[in-house]
């Protein structure tokens, strides 16, 4: 059950901040620091259309969609609500609540997470140049080598998560969110370990197949593949960034350069030097 109260007083701080912001934005991440985070990237994503200091963390995908089904649609003020895309990129839980809301102001992200927009090859360049007293940034793009580690991790993350997509296609029970970056590296380099994902696959489906049938999971897991067999499976879109990709990327560029910014600092650090342009194009039809 959604905390109405504690929800209702959560959405009615925007109306004491609305000098302070053009657009009230709500979102479901309620950890420190997320806050200033999606101010960043929001504003690039509208080019500083509007001004935005203040963002409303609701506390989750539900929370996000129940205050926007009961929002005054008589206010004469633009509202976006935002949602993580998650696993509903996989084509089997888009249908599913709240997945399949729509409607004016209600927004689910073109990507797994909002920290997938941080994948960003020039944006972390720039951080390690602003960090390393020695190194320029033709340097520093030739020891991070950032596509070549997208492409060593894409078999292995790819068949990671569209396991965890079957799993959850199935039933929703099984916990997926058990695993984070540290139970799949190989090294401190970003890259990820074959062994040990294998590992996690098979028990993701040995558990799956006490619920339901080896025959169930295999035309589920190859529905979902299906849906990538004609364009290619972008790491920076279908991964979770948070607890994988991002930090994943982190071990790479202290490989580079060591710096001792904390995760969320380092976040909205590479949020600024972001350019734009990707949120630009998936944030066009937001509101």
């Not at 976006?80 to 084509?91: E, N, P, R, T, V």
Request: charged share 30%.
């Amino acid at each position: 059950m959604i905390p109405q109260r504690s929800l209702r007083a959560k959405r009615a701080k925007a109306a004491l901040f609305r000098e302070c912001n053009d657009i009230d934005v709500f979102v479901e991440d309620t950890s420190r620091g997320t806050e200033k985070l999606y101010s960043i990237l929001i504003s690039k994503a509208f080019n500083d259309k509007y001004k935005i200091n203040n963002i409303y963390q609701l506390g989750g995908k539900l929370e996000v969609a129940h205050a926007w089904s009961t929002r005054n649609t008589n206010l004469k003020r633009k509202q976006l609500f935002i949602i993580d895309a998650d696993f509903s990129l996989y084509g089997v839980e888009n249908t599913r609540h709240p997945y399949n809301v729509s409607g004016d102001g209600f927004f689910v992200l073109k990507r797994f997470s909002i920290e997938s927009y941080l994948i960003d090859e020039r944006a972390a360049i720039k951080f390690l140049n602003d960090e390393d007293l020695d190194k320029d940034e033709f340097e520093i793009e030739r020891s991070l080598k950032f596509t070549k580690w997208l492409k060593n991790n894409q078999y292995q993350l790819s068949r990671l998560f569209m396991h965890m997509a079957t799993v959850r296609a199935i039933d929703e029970s099984i916990s997926i969110k058990r695993w984070k970056y540290t139970d799949i590296i190989i090294s401190g380099d970003g890259l990820v370990c074959k062994t040990k994902i294998k590992n996690i696959c098979d028990l993701l489906k040995n558990e799956t197949f006490k619920k339901s049938s080896k025959t169930e999971f295999r035309k589920t897991y190859s529905l979902i593949r299906s849906n990538f067999q004609n364009r290619e499976f972008d790491l920076t879109k279908y991964i979770c960034a948070k607890d994988f990709l991002f930090m994943l990327l982190i071990l790479r560029m202290k490989k580079v350069t060591n710096f001792r910014e904390k995760t969320i600092l380092l976040k909205q650090k590479i949020a600024s030097r972001l350019d734009g342009v990707s949120l630009n194009n998936e944030f066009n039809d937001a509101i």
